[in-house]
């Protein structure tokens, strides 16, 4: 090692200023006192022990932390798969790691009043998606008003190594190395949030994910910059209570010069979307599922922000949810499937546990279809829905999930680039269409004859089943998380950077806005017709009066059709 480089811990990777005897994030041993005599080679077997302990332990903490992910992120532990008493001995340790903090139950909300004296108050959220800072005014009564602008920070902003799939995402952020072996420097974890009007005592940090190593560096490395601010540490994912009420107000967002309200109406659900789907009920209200980090998933009628159910019963993450009128449908990180009524106040119903997470569902008349990630689809019949069947589609075709309004055709695809149907009823393979690239999100016209179709690269592109052709639409450069299409044929998409674009069967044309500033309802093909910037798109669903849209930084926006409208509400979940 060069005379003025600092010692990389071989258990953790970080890397450590000076020469300290210890490693502080793990507490591996760097320096110690010298040994006198020749090194043998039990010398060099028991370090090699200790080290592969050491390694293990320490991504055994990771996998405990990230348990709600369920058990893929233990085949990321170096030397070996994971054996039961060594897992419970992780336990032991997060336990007693956790019993040491003061955790809360604390929302952005609950921290902006406790801030006391009206005026500016900035809230930090450290969470697994991502890292956000929302700013209210604290009234005269205490009560906060939240910009429905939210300052928002990628972790993969910060580290660009960082894997993109979530279970290998949050294995990292809870201090795992295994295959991975992502390495990150101290400095790079200040997240760029000058610029705050805030003062530091107006400031509070919420950590969600508290043991965790990097999320709490970010924590300490703001703090450092902002001395006076507080910090509160909620409970970690696996054990978070889901929150419930409504509360609190959003600020639409004003047309530059124009005093004429722009932004639709807006309920955030806090700690971010994991998974949505959105729709209309029979008496034409449009209707929102979202899936939380907590296993909750919430269900609102718009305009008005009225929520109509709560199911909190999933045990992990909710990777995947979808709608049919009031039957919401979602999937979790451990293969577990549940239904219920959005609006009945009945009680969730196990539908099928998979052996891997849930990528997609969907809710039929009579059967629910789910995938998993190990290309397991799965017919579940509801009511006198016939048979159910399992059909292995492969991994290569486990990304993405649609099924035709009857439910006599299904479509599959995944890495490979290929689209497989099934017969909804019997689970034979139909056919296979090969399309442009890897696939990320599918739809059915309401015809059942043509199929949206939405790519890594960003291509959308239509397919016309009866002739098995692929017509690509123009690229718009990112991928594509979510995909539907209108009843007049304009596919509907949204991306991973936040924008909603509309695609007509056929044409181009540039983007023509942001949601802020949209012009009034030229819609091109490709025109941007609102933003959840940066943050992904979740869902999206477009009637003939509006398009509803939920995304990854936890926002909800319904959207009137002619996209300069709003219905006048906001609300908090």
């Known amino acids: 090692m060069p005379a003025d480089a600092s010692p990389r811990c071989p258990v953790c990777l970080t890397t ?88 809360t139950d604390a929302d952005p909300h609950q921290a902006a009043e406790q801030a006391g004296a009206a005026g500016e108050v900035v809230v930090v959220e450290i969470a697994e998606e991502r890292i956000t800072a929302a700013r209210f ?43 991975l072996s992502v390495t990150y420097e101290a400095e790079v974890f200040e997240p760029p949030l000058n610029g705050l009007a805030a003062g530091e005592d107006r400031l509070t940090v919420i950590n969600r994910l508290p043991g965790w190593p990097l999320p709490e560096l970010v924590a300490e490395t703001i703090r450092r910059g902002h001395p006076q601010a507080r910090l509160l540490l909620t409970r970690p994912p696996a054990t978070r209570k889901p929150q419930t009420e409504l509360s609190g107000d959003l600020r639409p967002t004003l047309a530059p010069g124009s005093g004429v309200r722009t932004a639709p109406e807006v309920v955030r659900v806090r700690g971010g979307i994991t998974a949505g789907a959105a729709g209309v009920l029979r008496d034409g209200r449009a209707v929102v599922a979202a899936g939380g980090a907590d296993g909750s998933v919430t269900a609102w009628g718009l305009p008005g922000a009225v929520r109509l159910s ?25 293969g577990v499937v549940l239904c219920r009524r959005a609006d009945d106040g009945s009680e969730p119903r196990p539908l099928v546990a998979h052996l891997d997470r849930v990528i997609a569902v969907h809710a039929g008349d009579t059967a629910v279809f789910s995938l998993d990630g190990t290309g397991a689809l799965w017919r579940t019949p509801i009511g006198h829905g016939g048979d159910a069947f ?38 034979d393979r139909v056919r296979a269409i090969k399309a442009a690239g890897r696939i990320t999100a ?28 692929v017509t690509a639409l123009p690229t718009v450069g990112r991928p594509i998380r979510t995909v539907a299409v209108r009843d007049d044929g304009v ?7 936040g924008l909603i674009r509309c695609h007509p069967w056929a044409g181009a044309g540039p983007a023509v806005g942001t949601a802020s500033a949209v012009g009034a309802g030229s819609v091109g093909s490709g025109s941007v017709v609102g933003t ?9 669903a477009s009637h003939a009066d509006w398009l509803l849209s939920a995304g990854a930084d936890g926002l909800v926006r319904l959207w009137a059709r002619d996209f300069t409208r709003s219905s006048g509400r906001s609300g908090q979940a």
Not at 310 to 334: I, P, Q, Y
Not at 417 to 424: F, K, P, S, V
Not at 491 to 497: A, E, L, S
């Open 390 to 427: 399992h059909v292995d589609v492969t991994i290569a075709a486990a990304s993405a999930l649609a099924v035709t309004g009857d439910g006599t055709i299904v479509a599959t695809g995944g890495t490979d680039g290929t689209i497989r149907l099934w017969d909804g009823h019997t689970g």
């Open 491 to 497: 596919i509907v998409t949204g991306d991973d950077t």
């Open 310 to 334: 709560l199911d909190s019963r999933h045990a992990a993450r909710v990777t995947a949810v979808h709608m049919n009128d009031d039957l919401v449908v979602s999937g979790d990180g451990r």
């Open 16 to 103: 450590a200023a000076g020469e300290p005897s210890h490693c502080r994030t793990c507490g591996w041993t760097l320096y110690g006192p010298p040994v006198l005599g020749r090194l043998t080679a039990d010398d060099e077997r028991d370090f090699t022990d200790r080290l592969t302990t050491g390694q293990r332990t320490h991504d055994l903490l990771a996998v405990v932390r990230a348990a709600h992910l369920g058990p893929r992120s233990e085949t990321l532990v170096r030397a070996g798969p994971v054996r039961p008493e060594e897992r419970r001995r992780a336990e032991q340790d997060v336990a007693r790691e956790l019993a040491a903090l003061d955790l």
């Open 137 to 179: 005014d604290l009234t005269s009564e205490a009560r906060p008003v939240e910009s429905a602008d939210l300052r928002v920070v990628e972790w993969r902003s910060l580290m660009p190594e960082l894997s993109g799939d979530p279970v290998e995402r949050a294995f990292t952020l809870a201090g795992g190395i295994g295959a």
């Open 442 to 469: 599918l739809a059915f016209a309401p015809d059942g004859r043509t199929l949206a179709i939405g790519h890594l690269d960003g291509t959308v592109a239509r397919c016309d089943l009866t002739a098995a052709h």
């Open 532 to 540: 959840h910037a940066p943050a992904a798109v979740k869902a999206v």
